[in-house]
């Protein structure tokens, strides 16, 4: 992470895997990517049984690809 990052900005619980166990989506709108600032990615932490920790599921991390890689764009800003 570093600095004005923006992690945890926004925030949504929900079962995104559809395993029957909460999932949190963290927004952080203000990442830095290929040098350009303020792209923005969405972590993805996969819930288990016994919630979130270094025992829960795998992260993953989405990002607007290519696609209107624009600096300052916020991707992440709003979640669902």
């Known amino acids: 992470r570093e600095s004005n990052d923006s992690f945890g ?6 079962d995104y895997y559809g395993n029957g166990v909460a999932d949190l989506m963290i927004g952080v709108p203000g990442e830095t990517l290929g040098g350009q600032s303020g792209l923005g990615v ?4 996969d819930g288990s049984y016994s919630g979130l920790g270094p025992n829960a599921g795998a992260e993953q991390i989405f990002h607007r690809g290519n696609l209107r890689r624009v600096a300052g764009s916020r991707f992440g800003s709003v979640l669902p």
Do not use: N
């Open 9 to 14: 900005y926004s925030l949504s619980v929900g």
């Open 42 to 45: 969405i972590q993805l932490l």
